[in-house]
């Protein structure tokens, strides 16, 4: 998803990546972002992504493979900042990466009402600075951010 300095969205995009693993994914993901940002005529971009190990990657820390090199080239002309951001702050793009992978085609969304119900209501806690909170149980006990009660 692209943001203003608000939080308030510009675009969105889901798409269906087929075989591969989730770095792989990531990597299509950032890279169509990337290119749209400059489509877009936007040149200070800040690109928030859950896997530490594509911004490593982006960010020269480790030799890149694939995608990644093509990503570093479509972003030479501007100015963009890649940076880690925990699970929980990525909220909206794995609803995204779902819908896509759910309805195995390609949206994209110019306008927050064309969102999905449940992404806008993310959008919108996110927006209100509201905490977003990751649940999983286990047999017999309940896990909240990973710690166990």
């Not at 798409?15 to 990597?27: K, M, R, S, W």
Request: hydrophobic share 40%.
């Amino acid at each position: 998803m692209i943001r203003n300095y608000n939080g308030e969205m510009i675009k969105a995009f889901a798409e269906f990546y087929g075989q591969g693993n989730n770095n792989l994914a990531e990597a299509k993901a950032m890279l169509y972002g990337v290119k749209l940002c400059c489509n877009c005529g936007f040149s200070k971009v800040i690109v928030e992504s859950d896997s530490m190990l594509i911004v490593n990657l982006v960010n020269q820390r480790m030799k890149p493979p694939w995608q990644l090199t093509q990503i570093r080239e479509v972003t030479e002309t501007g100015n963009f900042l890649f940076v880690h951001i925990f699970r929980e702050g990525n909220a909206i793009t794995d609803h995204l990466a779902k819908l896509g992978e759910s309805s195995k085609t390609f949206h994209i969304f110019n306008q927050v009402v064309s969102l999905p119900m449940k992404i806008r209501a993310s959008l919108k806690l996110d927006q209100d600075n509201m905490p977003n909170f990751r649940f999983r149980q286990k047999k017999n006990q309940f896990t909240i951010n990973d710690v166990t009660i």
